[in-house]
């Protein structure tokens, strides 16, 4: 996970990239309470903080506190049963 | 000269507008609020910029705030990705171009200097202007970005533009930077353009 170019973000990129079906991904952060709009390449998500997740499975997450910023990070990555990031 | 200045929260569309405000010309302001592919940072800038500005030249400087996270959505569900960028500034041109009729403005002004990004190629600036028919001024297209910067610094302007924020999350990963007309005139044949654009300006705030 690291500041995003704007430095407004934090973001993690999955390596190998991913191809996560948006769709289920969908359903499944609903019914856990996020407020989700499918945008086709990626789905725009809330629940507190913002966050956006690719279908390649980059997880951006809007808000520079990184301690919060990990924990949305690890509550996605274990829900969808997605490889942990790599890095702090 | 009344004209409407597109105003990005950027480094180069305060200066551009100085420029013209320095002229004597009256300028009004649309700020295109792309949340939520950013954050609450590019208005915040915005809003900065013209206290800033306003309180230099004496203008008032009417902000029209207009939504565009919805059209954003709309074109990634619809449109190719490739040329996302060039749609983008298409909506956010005719949108402009409604704002300068209601204020009776007959100039379109942008930060716009060639080949800054994907989307400031010549070929892709006829796309995206090719929908609009006020003349296009743009203060800054053969400026060098160290120059424009410079003349930020000296405006008090930089400082804000380059505060932290989260970059358009809507860029298409290879985003086109050559388009032709006809390629997006056939991506454009699936949407609703102007029941879009009636939308936008119909949920438009004047601040």
Known sequence: ?88 | MRGVMLMSGGIDSPVALSLMLRQGHEMVAVHMDNRPFTDDSPFAKVTDHLALLRARHGQPIPLYLLPHGPTQVTLMRTTDRHVGCVLCRRFMWRAAERIAEREGASVLVTGEALGQVASQTLSNMRSATAVVRLPIVRPLIGMDKHEIEAMAKELGTYGISIRPGVCCQAVPDRPATRSSLVQIDRQESKLDVDGIVDEVVRRATVL
């Open chain 1, 1 to 88: 996970m690291r500041l995003c170019a704007g430095g407004g973000a934090f973001e993690a990129i999955p390596r190998p990239r991913l191809e996560l079906n948006l769709a289920e991904v969908k359903l499944r952060l609903e019914a856990a309470g996020f407020s989700v709009v499918d945008a086709r390449v990626m789905l725009l998500l809330k629940r507190g903080s913002e966050a956006t997740l690719s279908r390649d499975g980059r997880i951006l997450i809007k808000t520079r506190d990184p301690e919060e910023a990990r924990r949305i990070l690890d509550d996605l990555v274990g829900r969808l049963g997605l490889p942990p990031p790599a890095g702090p």
